[in-house]
């Protein structure tokens, strides 16, 4: 079965602070990517990175790093220095390589406000 | 390059009623897709079309919703009659591919339409 968890569902921080989103997956194949998407108030889901299965190199965009593990399952997500415009819904999501298939297993998302 | 472009952006009907959302995906791309987002939760993927074939609609209530991308490119998602519980946000995203090692299979989101059934 595939499934991912995001057990944090809403987090609070002050602004400047550092926040890490957790995310677990669950696949039974062996290659697979995993995605994180921004969901701000307007609704679109904007893309911010995909990771391929057998690249477990940690990636660092300005203030975004992402962290994956695979002997944990999991690929957390932090944000340095959080500033208000960071205040969203973020979705880890999962899709397995095989098939023509392409739908995405989507967690149920992490609500992040960030306070001025 | 302009984005997922989506219409209209918000919906309010009766029960019974019937609907419609229009989506046109980025140019060029080939693999378009609708979800359903229910408050709370992530979205789930609805249907999946390959330029103008489907090539996954395991979970589209059949009886109730219909899709159809008729020139490869614009899409309509119907849904008639609509329920209660249709009441969610419903995403139509696009790719380049839907497999590949190279990244064209990522997704691109357009903003949604807002669906309420009263």
Do not use: M
């Amino acid at each position: 079965a595939q499934k991912v968890t995001q057990a944090q569902t809403e987090i609070s921080v002050v602004e400047k602070e550092d926040v890490t989103l957790d995310c677990v997956y669950e696949t039974r194949d062996t290659t697979y990517y995993l995605f994180w998407y921004k969901q701000p108030p307007s609704g679109e889901l904007v893309f911010l990175i995909r990771r391929n299965s057998f690249d477990e190199q940690n990636e660092i965009s300005g203030r975004y790093s992402w962290n994956f593990q695979k002997s944990t399952s999991s690929f957390n997500f932090t944000i340095t220095a959080s500033q208000v415009v960071d205040s969203a819904v973020y979705f880890c999501a999962l899709k397995n390589y095989g098939g023509s298939q392409g739908n995405l297993i989507f967690g149920k998302g992490t609500k992040l406000s960030v306070k001025p | 390059e302009a984005g997922v472009a989506q219409s209209p952006r918000y919906k309010i009907i009766e029960k019974r009623q019937s609907v419609a959302f229009w989506c046109n995906p980025i140019s060029g791309h080939a693999t378009l897709y609708w979800y359903q987002q229910i408050l709370g939760q992530g979205p789930k993927l609805l249907i999946q079309f390959q330029n103008n074939g489907v090539v996954d609609d395991s979970q589209l209530p059949k009886d109730r919703f219909s899709a159809e991308r008729l020139k490869g490119v614009d899409s309509t998602l119907k849904i008639q009659p609509a329920k209660l519980e249709d009441s969610a946000v419903y995403l139509c995203a696009s790719s380049l591919v839907a497999r590949s090692g190279g990244g064209q299979e990522t997704q691109y989101f357009g903003p949604g339409t807002r669906l309420l059934v009263l």
